[in-house]
C-alpha cells in the first residue's frame, strides 16, 4: 500500500514538473496609472514569463517618451510549476496632454516575436507650478542653456564648464566643471544619489562627496541647488551631450488614489492626499547649445614622450646630484605642479637622453583643489650617466596644452655636474633591451617582432590554480611534519626522563638481586642490595647521587623512628659485623619491610 | 640499445620537433608579418597560441600584427597579456603604450603610493612565487628542527633566520595577492565602437561610450551580456561579453 502511495506520488511530482517546462511563454505590458499629469513619468512594466529573451523593440509614438529605467528576473516554483519572469521597467512621460494609445512592444522570445497589447495613456494638463516654458516648443530656439527647460517637477542637473573661453575640449581633457542640481524648494526631496554619467561619450573623474547646498533663484523659481565639482573628460572625438542622471527619492502626494473630482471640489489641491516616497531622477537636458565638441589631439608635432597630458604643467621642483659616476645610478626628483589630467602625465627624462639612463620610478599626486584639477605630482626616480666629464643637464616632459592647441615641450633650466669614470660601451644585452622602446618611441614606430619563442605558460597567475593551494597545504604540512618530528624528540632526550628511567631501572637490578640474597639466605649481600635500591629510589627524589645516601643524611630529613632510616642503620650494623651463618628466616621480616619502604618512597619523598 | 634508452630517445626526439615545428610556424607569421599580410600573421600567431599555448613573444607578435591592422582594442589586449607573462619586456611595454596612444585610450589608473608600488614592481604570478618561497624557508627550517635538531649554533641562527625571512617574505606576498585580487576580473574592450547599455539587451539604453582599449571590471553576466565598470571613470553599464575579452582565462 505504501509503496503504490510512493509510486502515485513520484509520479505526480513528474508530470508537475513536467507541466511546468512545458508552460507557455507571455508576454505583457501594464502601466502603472493610466492617467497622469503632463512632465510626470509613470512607470510602465513588461513581463515576460518562461521564455528567453533575445531582444526587445519598444515602440515610438510622438510627443512621449519612453525611457528604459532597469530590469530584473525571477524564479518561482510554485506547486510542482517552474516560471521564470523578467521584469524591464519603462518610464512614460509626455510634454503634451491628450489621450495616447501605446503600441505594442515587440519581444523577441526563444527566437519567436511576440508582441504585447496596446496600452491607453492619458496625459492631464500639468499642476499649476509647473514653470514657464514646460511645455515643447514654448522654448525660444537656443534659450536652452540659459533657461532649462525643466522637464520633471523635481528638478534638473546643470552642467558649469569652469573654462568659459571656448566651446570645445579635447581628448584626454579633463575638464573642470560644477555640476549643479537644482531641486524646487516645494519638491520634497529626500535623499540624493551619486551622480551617475549617462548616454555619453564622457567621464566623470574626481566626483566631490559632499555637495555644497545653497538656495538659489531661477526664472522666478526658488530652487535648493546641490553643487558638485567634478572633472570631466571625453574618450573619443566627436560632438555630443553630457549626459549625467542624479537618482533621487521624493516625497509626492499620491493623488491616484482620490477620486478624480473638479479642482473647485478639492480646495487644498490635494493637500490631504496620502505620502509617498517616489524614486526620481534628474536629469541634463538635451540640446545643441549644451553639446561640446570633441576634438583629437593632433598627430602633428606630437612628442616621443607625450603620454597624453593635457593641460598647463611646469617644473615646481628639482634636484639633480652634482656629482655622478658613470655607471652608478643615483636618484633624482623633480615636481611638476599645475592643472590638467596628471595621471597621464610622463615621468621627466633626463637631456640629453642618449648619454643616460633612466629608470620608472615612483610618482605622487598632491592635489590643490576639491576635483583634483590642480595640484602637484612629484616623481622620484633613478637615472645613470653613460658619458664621463663635465656635463649640462636638464629634465624634460611634454603635454598638451587645449588653450593653445599645440603640444608644450617643457625643458628645466641647464645645471652643470661632474661625471667621474670613462664613457659606458654600447653594445651590452641589458643596456639593447631598454633602449629597443625608446628608438621606438622617439621614430613612433613599433619596436620589432620577436623571432625568438619562449617556453608557452598558462596566463592565469598561480596563486588563481588549484595547485596553488596545493603547493601551500604541503607547505603547512611540513611545518606540522616538522613541529611532530621535533616534539618527539624532545621528549626522546629528555634528561629528566633520561634519569628517571635510569633508576627505575637501577631499582628494579637492585631489588632483584636483594630478592636473590634473600633466598640464598645471604643476609650482608640482602642489605647491601636493599640500601642500593632505597639509594637509588632517595637520590631520584632528593636529586642527589645515590652513594652520597648515607644514615647521615636519612636522618638528617627523615624522622628518626621511619622504618627507613631503621632500614639503613641495620644495613650498616650488618655490613660492618656480619653473621657467621645464613639465617633465611629472618629475612622474611625484612624483605617485607623493604617492599612496604620502597612502596611509600614512591609518590614522594618528604625532605 | 635498451629499452629505456629508446623511450628516452623517442621523448627527446617528439620534444625537439615539436620545438622545431613551433619555430618553423613562428617564422612563417613573422614572414608574413614582415611581408605586409597582417591578417593572415596575426592568425597564424592565433593558431600558435590555440595549439602549442600563450607565449609572451606569439602575444607580443599578435599585438603587433593587430596594430599594424587598426585594431587597437584586440592589440591592446594582446599586450596587455604578453605583459602578463614578461611583465618587465620593454618591447611590450613601449608598444602597449603605442597602442594607448592610438586609441586615445591611455592607462588612467590612478597614480599610486609608494607601498602600492611595491605591490605591482612583481607581476601576479611573480608574487605567488615568492608567497610559495615565504612558506617553505619555515616549513623547511622546522622540518630541519625536527629531524636533527640544532646541534650547532650557526645551524640553529641560520633557521631562525629563514623562519624570519620566510614569514615576512611570505606575508608581503600574500598581502600583495589579496591587495590585487581584483585584476582577475579585468578585461579589455576590443570592439571599435563600444557603447555600454544600462540593461543587457541591445536596444537598451546607452550608459556611455566608453572607446576601444579600455581596462574595464568584469561584474554580473546575463545571457551573453556582462557588466562591465570602466577603470578610472564611473562610467559602467552592460557590454556583450565577446567585446570584452577578460585578461585571464576565467572560471577556474
Sequence with gaps: ?607 | MSVSRKLLLCVFLLLAGGVFVRAAAMEDANASFNAGDFSKAAIAYESLIAKNGATASTLYNLGNSRFRLKEYGPAILAYERASLLSPRDPDVRANLKLARQAAASYDESETHPWWQSVLLALSLHEWSWVVIIGAMLPALATLAWGLAGFSRPWLKRSAIAALVVGILVGSLGSFALWHRRDERNLAIITAAEPTLRLSPFPEAASAGSPGTGRIVRLGDRSNGWVHVSVSGSTLSGWLPEKDAPPLMPQGS
Design chain 1, 1 to 607: 500500500m505504501l509503496r503504490m502511495f510512493l509510486l502515485a506520488g513520484i509520479a505526480l511530482l513528474t508530470s508537475s514538473l513536467l507541466s511546468g517546462h512545458a508552460m507557455a511563454a507571455a508576454v505583457t505590458a501594464t502601466l502603472e496609472k493610466s492617467s497622469i499629469p503632463a512632465g510626470e513619468p509613470a512607470s510602465l512594466s513588461l513581463e515576460i514569463t518562461n521564455g528567453n529573451v533575445t531582444g526587445i523593440t519598444p515602440p515610438t509614438l510622438p510627443d512621449v517618451t519612453l525611457t528604459q529605467r532597469g530590469h530584473s528576473s525571477s524564479t518561482s516554483f510554485i506547486n510542482g510549476r517552474v516560471s521564470s519572469t523578467v521584469t524591464v521597467i519603462y518610464l512614460v512621460e509626455s510634454l503634451k496632454p491628450g489621450d495616447y494609445t501605446i503600441p505594442p512592444f515587440s519581444v523577441m522570445v526563444d527566437g519567436v516575436e511576440m508582441k504585447t497589447a496596446p496600452l491607453k495613456l492619458k496625459v492631464t494638463a500639468s499642476s499649476a507650478q509647473a514653470p514657464q516654458g514646460l511645455q515643447q516648443g514654448n522654448t525660444p530656439p537656443g534659450a536652452n542653456a540659459a533657461a532649462p527647460q525643466d522637464t520633471s517637477s523635481f528638478g534638473f542637473v546643470t552642467v558649469e564648464p569652469a573654462a568659459k573661453d571656448r566651446n570645445y575640449s579635447w581628448v584626454g581633457e579633463i575638464a573642470p566643471v560644477r555640476i549643479k542640481a537644482w531641486v524646487p524648494v516645494d519638491a520634497q526631496v529626500t535623499r540624493v544619489a551619486k551622480i551617475q554619467p549617462g548616454g555619453s561619450a564622457f567621464t566623470l573623474h574626481n566626483l566631490s562627496e559632499k555637495p555644497e547646498q545653497k538656495q538659489e533663484i531661477r526664472n522666478g523659481r526658488r530652487y535648493t541647488v546641490l553643487t558638485y565639482y567634478a572633472g570631466l573628460s571625453a574618450t573619443k572625438a566627436g560632438i555630443y551631450v553630457p549626459d549625467l542622471t542624479l537618482s533621487a527619492t521624493a516625497v509626492v502626494r499620491d493623488t491616484s488614489r482620490r477620486r478624480p473630482r473638479d479642482p473647485f471640489d478639492d480646495p487644498f489641491a490635494g493637500f490631504f492626499a496620502p505620502s509617498i516616497q517616489k524614486d526620481v531622477e534628474l536629469k541634463t537636458l538635451s540640446g545643441d547649445d549644451s553639446a561640446i565638441e570633441v576634438r583629437a589631439l593632433p598627430l602633428d608635432g606630437r612628442p616621443a614622450d607625450f603620454n597624453g597630458a593635457v593641460g598647463n604643467f611646469k617644473f615646481e621642483h628639482l634636484n639633480v646630484p652634482n656629482q655622478w659616476q658613470t655607471g652608478e645610478p643615483q636618484s633624482v626628483s623633480a615636481v611638476i605642479g599645475g592643472e590638467g589630467n596628471f595621471n597621464l602625465l610622463a615621468q621627466p627624462e633626463v637631456q640629453p637622453a642618449p648619454d643616460w639612463k633612466c629608470y620608472t620610478g615612483q610618482s605622487e599626486f598632491t592635489p590643490k583643489d576639491a576635483a583634483s584639477f590642480s595640484g602637484s605630482q612629484s616623481f622620484r626616480f633613478t637615472a645613470m650617466p653613460r658619458k664621463g666629464g663635465p656635463q649640462k643637464v636638464q629634465l624634460a616632459f611634454s603635454y598638451f596644452d587645449p588653450a593653445t592647441g599645440r603640444y608644450e615641450s617643457v625643458m628645466s633650466p641647464l645645471q652643470n655636474i661632474e661625471v667621474r669614470g670613462a664613457d659606458l660601451t654600447e653594445g651590452k644585452p641589458a643596456e639593447a633591451a631598454v633602449e629597443a622602446p625608446k628608438k621606438a618611441a622617439a621614430t613612433d614606430t613599433l619596436a620589432p617582432l620577436h623571432t625568438e619563442d619562449t617556453a608557452a605558460h598558462d596566463l592565469l597567475p598561480l596563486a588563481f590554480r588549484p595547485a596553488f593551494k596545493f603547493v601551500l597545504g604541503s607547505t603547512g604540512a611540513l611545518l606540522m611534519a616538522g613541529l611532530l618530528l621535533g616534539w618527539a624528540r624532545s621528549v626522546r632526550h629528555d634528561p629528566a626522563r633520561t634519569a628517571r628511567e635510569a633508576a627505575e631501572r637501577a631499582e628494579r637490578e637492585a631489588m632483584h638481586e636483594a630478592e636473590s640474597f634473600a633466598a640464598r639466605g645471604d643476609i650482608a649481600g640482602f642489605f647491601a642490595a636493599a640500601r642500593r635500591a632505597l639509594q637509588v629510589k632517595l637520590a631520584a627524589a632528593w636529586s642527589r647521587p645515590a652513594q652520597a645516601i648515607t644514615l647521615a643524611d636519612v636522618t638528617a630529613r627523615v624522622p628518626a623512628d621511619s622504618p627507613l632510616v631503621e632500614f639503613f642503620r641495620e644495613a650498616d650494623r650488618v655490613s660492618y659485623s656480619p653473621p657467621a651463618e645464613p639465617q633465611a628466616e629472618n629475612l622474611t621480616t625484612w624483605r617485607a619491610r623493604l617492599r612496604e619502604v620502597l612502596q611509600t618512597l614512591n609518590p614522594a619523598v618528604p625532605g
